[in-house]
């Protein structure tokens, strides 16, 4: 098990279906070195082109082109240019690359690629930024994998603060399945996550969305695994369907700084029940978004765009972080 930082991954999102497919023709046919993704603004793939794997020596990275349009073909060849130039400005650049691709904002981090082996199979992990005293292990939820554009706007963003990044997928979402593994599984693999990361970082924060959150808690409540904090982006204490919360007894038990977000529209992480718990924990501290729901999506009669809301968590999970944790 280890960092493999020996692969290049493009990763481009695009408005139009039809320019997505065009650039995937053409940067197929002129770029036999770089494994290209191409992302709309859902996060369903569209494309992958196959064989697209560079040589050893050519680290990986991730470019992401994001904006209101894209038309082929001129912005294709714009979009060229700015991935041959990234080749060499990621390398000298501290690990990124900012360019204009006409009306769009083109973005290039760094980021490498790892094998996550547990008890029974490997699964895959990204690292983005760069390692340093403590580093966040991103946990995704239920529904989706690490590569969800909720998650990757996290993963930046937190990197963006200067925090060194990994997150990484369950064994049923890597296997291309909807239903969670049971808890015993899904506790493997986040232990062989967090222990892969524990060897690049001195101090380890658990995060996660929902229920990678949750996982997250019982490694350390009922695990005994030492995190240097833990934060939920929505923790799910009552389930879908149900009406009784499930038992908290494990976050009572854990000693580290707990950061709980919860929005007020958020039927399974519900603000008044989270106070309780936080209330209940050694060290606790509740963050509560405004009209948010189990995702922090709000309605447009609350004034800012779920960009902005998402924007804000992650600044005060930064802050919070260098406050709570880097002093714990």
């Not at 369950?170 to 593994?181: C, L, M, V």
């Not at 009784?244 to 950061?259: C, K, M, S, W």
Request: aromatic share 6%; hydrophobic share 35%; net charge negative.
């Amino acid at each position: 098990m280890g960092f493999s930082r020996d692969a290049r991954i493009v990763e481009c999102r695009i408005g139009s279906e039809k320019t997505r497919r065009h650039v995937i023709e053409q940067l197929s046919s002129s770029h036999q070195g770089i494994r290209i993704r191409i992302f709309g603004r859902d996060p369903t793939l569209v494309g992958e082109p196959a064989g697209h794997l560079i040589p050893s020596e050519i680290p990986r990275s991730e470019f992401a082109v994001g904006g209101p349009r894209c038309r082929a073909p001129s912005e294709t060849e714009r979009l060229r240019s700015a991935i041959e130039q990234s080749a060499e400005d990621i390398c000298s650049n501290d690990g990124k690359f900012f360019g204009g691709i006409g009306n769009l904002d083109a973005h290039v981090d760094k980021t490498s690629a790892m094998d996550i082996t547990y008890d029974g199979g490997t699964v895959t992990g990204t690292t983005s930024g760069t390692p340093g005293s403590v580093g966040v292990l991103l946990a995704h939820g239920a529904g989706v994998g690490q590569d969800h554009p909720w998650m990757v706007t996290v993963r930046e963003g937190l990197v963006d603060a200067g925090l060194f990044v990994m997150s990484f997928n369950y064994r049923y979402t890597e296997a291309g399945r909807k239903a969670p593994d049971r808890m015993p599984m899904l506790l493997a693999v986040h232990r062989a996550a967090a222990d892969a990361l524990a060897g690049e970082c001195d101090s380890v924060v658990l995060a996660g969305k929902s229920m990678g959150g949750r996982v997250g808690s019982h490694l350390v409540g009922d695990g005994g695994w030492p995190a240097a904090g833990l934060v939920y982006f929505g923790y799910p204490l009552v389930p879908m369907g149900k009406g009784e919360p499930r038992p908290v007894g494990h976050l009572e038990a854990i000693e580290a700084p707990q950061l709980f977000f919860a929005g007020t529209r958020d039927r399974l992480s519900p603000p008044t029940l989270i106070a309780e718990i936080v209330r209940s924990v050694p060290d606790g501290t509740l963050e509560i978004v405004d009209d948010g729901d189990h995702s922090f999506k709000v309605p447009k009669r609350a004034g800012k765009s779920n960009e902005e809301v998402l924007a804000g968590i992650v600044t005060r999970t930064a802050d919070w972080i260098s406050r709570s944790v880097l002093l714990y």
